[in-house]
């Protein structure tokens, strides 16, 4: 029989571990048997284990979750605790996880609709915001280590460039904006290719790897593009 730890948990499919957390604790202290004297709360303690056991450890949420989205994707009448039908969906980076809107990752879309020549150069457009889901496993992933890549050479080629600046007195101020743009380049490039080596060895789709995402495919086929149209 299908037990429904989020349910047990009384939390949505969207919450996150320190929500989990956060929520077996409550339960515990509910359902402890010094708060419920002369009722056996064994079962409802056992239950609230079990629950916590498997969505605390992100390898066996990631299994239960697989096993949980397809319980109730048929189910019509499945209702959250605040009686709305929840919006329960995959991550698309990982295919397994339940994707939770806090973390979802946003990619801006623009479509040309006219352009002009004479007497100026002159381009028209609309834009749209196209969200992916993503669970908080995936966001951690391709977040981390991503503030260091990118802080290091920052601060580095700073003070290599006010350093430098400081032995041409009238140049400093040119050096140091020099070496923090040098800085934040190299960070950024060492930062995405950190996150996508990380995202390869966890099994998942890169951040910015949203072009097999259907409602993606379908505004290109219908001419949206990443890329801002310029005159």
């Known amino acids: 029989m299908f037990k429904d730890y989020y349910k047990i948990l009384n939390i949505l499919p969207q919450a996150t571990q320190k929500e989990v957390e956060t929520a077996y604790k409550a339960m515990a202290k509910k359902w402890h048997p010094d708060k419920n004297i002369g009722q056996d709360t064994t079962n409802q303690m056992q239950l609230?284990?079990?629950?916590?056991?498997?969505?605390?450890?992100?390898?066996?949420?990631?299994?239960?979750?697989?096993?949980?989205?397809?319980?109730?994707?048929?189910?019509?009448?499945?209702?959250?605790?605040?009686?709305?039908?929840?919006?329960?969906?995959?991550?698309?980076?990982?295919?397994?996880?339940?994707?939770?809107?806090?973390?979802?990752?946003?990619?801006?879309?623009?479509?040309?609709?006219?352009?002009?020549?004479?007497?100026?150069?002159?381009?028209?457009?609309?834009?749209?915001?196209?969200?992916?889901?993503?669970?908080?496993?995936?966001?951690?992933?391709?977040?981390?280590?991503?503030?260091?890549?990118?802080?290091?050479?920052?601060?580095?080629?700073a003070i290599i460039g006010l350093i430098l600046g400081l032995t041409i007195w009238s140049m400093w101020f040119l050096c140091l904006v020099g070496g923090c743009i040098i800085g934040g380049i190299i960070g950024g490039i060492l930062s995405y290719i950190d996150s996508s080596i990380i995202a390869k060895e966890a099994g998942i789709k890169k951040e910015t790897d949203i072009y097999d995402f259907e409602p993606f495919s379908e505004l290109q086929r219908d001419g949206w593009t990443t890329s801002k149209p310029t005159a």
């Open 48 to 157: 609230l284990s079990e629950s916590y056991s498997v969505l605390k450890n992100s390898e066996k949420r990631k299994a239960y979750n697989v096993e949980y989205y397809r319980y109730h994707l048929s189910k019509i009448n499945f209702q959250s605790k605040d009686g709305a039908t929840p919006r329960i969906v995959c991550c698309y980076y990982c295919g397994k996880n339940i994707a939770n809107e806090r973390f979802t990752f946003s990619e801006t879309l623009y479509k040309e609709t006219s352009r002009s020549y004479f007497p100026q150069r002159k381009v028209w457009f609309k834009s749209a915001t196209l969200k992916i889901p993503r669970c908080e496993e995936c966001f951690k992933t391709h977040h981390s280590n991503a503030s260091i890549f990118v802080l290091l050479p920052l601060v580095s080629f």
